[in-house]
């Protein structure tokens, strides 16, 4: 029983997914600044839409069919829409209530881009140029398109085709529970060319993968190594 449940806290530390702006924008959401509540006069985590530092690993949690709670891994935070009483919606890390501010559906699909919509008054998530992340009306807006990159341990990640299994594979393995690196990929095709391949039969979810060589999403390739950074 012990050793079961130390593979599971393993199992459960290294799956995730990170969140990024669509069509190759290296763009991520990740932890902004600090921002104290006019309301509450309570200083809260934002969440931000960055190029620099670290994408945040999240873990999803299915309440009820398209309802997720999307918990940062290694704390107890989750992702909360704050309504102020006047002013623009925010994006923060919340301790967990399981309200409707922190209940999110996915929506999309992956050529196009998924929107993130919030349960409470049916907002998306949408981005500015200094990385702000509120809620707002739901449109074709790009900037309310994301990609939804599953890391492979994660129990929603699909695995590559056959095809894509065959090529050779980059690095050499580590043990299992390393943290990762995450390494951006410059090339245009890369970014731009790579075509997702897509088996009939499964379900919508299965839909947020990106279906690249092992380890590899258009905006970094996922290695395992003893630390983690950008590069």
Known sequence: MKKAMMIFQLMEAISGLSIFAKGGVKKYITKGGRWRSPDYGINYQLAAMSTSGTPTEFRSEELSPGIKILKEVGTSDVLDLHHPKSGQTKLIFHSRNNGLTQKFGIEGNENDGY?????????????????????????????????????????????????????????????????????????????????HKHRRGHSHKHHHHHHHSPHESPYFTYQKYSDQIIV
Do not use: W
């Open 115 to 195: 929107t993130l919509k919030n349960k409470n008054k049916d907002l998306c998530l949408e981005y500015d140029d200094d990385g702000n992340i509120y809620g707002t009306t739901c449109s074709e807006n790009s900037r309310q398109k994301f990609d939804v990159v599953y890391t492979p341990e994660d129990p929603e990640y699909k695995p590559p085709s056959e095809e894509a299994m065959d090529a050779p594979s980059i690095g050499s393995p580590s043990p299992q529970g390393t943290p990762q690196i995450f390494i951006f990929n410059e090339s245009p095709e890369n970014n731009h060319g790579s075509k």
